[in-house]
């Protein structure tokens, strides 16, 4: 189950994001999101568990708690909306002739 992690502190890394949730099973992967250009977090985060059972406990048991110092926001993750979302939506694309 892919869980999404809110108002994680910037300073968070993977690692103790990965601590928080092992707690509660085992944890594929802890991912911090970090700006491209800048390569700091953009305070929050995905952690993958493979047992939805696990991984509902640690929803339940994280929600609305304090891991490093900030009240984080814990649930399911949605799924991403087909075609990507974002990105250039038009404006001037150059001459047109008529």
Do not use: C
Request: net charge negative; glycine share 16%; proline share 4%.
């Amino acid at each position: 189950m892919n869980i999404y992690v809110g108002n994680v502190s910037y300073r968070m890394t993977e690692d103790e994001l990965r601590s928080a949730f092992e707690a509660y099973g085992e944890v594929e992967s802890a991912r911090v999101i970090t700006d491209r250009e800048t390569g700091r977090s953009k305070g929050f985060a995905f952690v993958e568990m493979p047992d939805s059972e696990q991984a509902l406990k640690a929803i339940e048991a994280l929600n609305g708690s304090e891991i490093g110092g900030r009240q984080v926001t814990v649930n399911e993750a949605r799924p991403r909306p087909e075609g990507g979302g974002g990105g250039f939506r038009g404006g001037n694309r150059g001459p047109r002739n008529f």
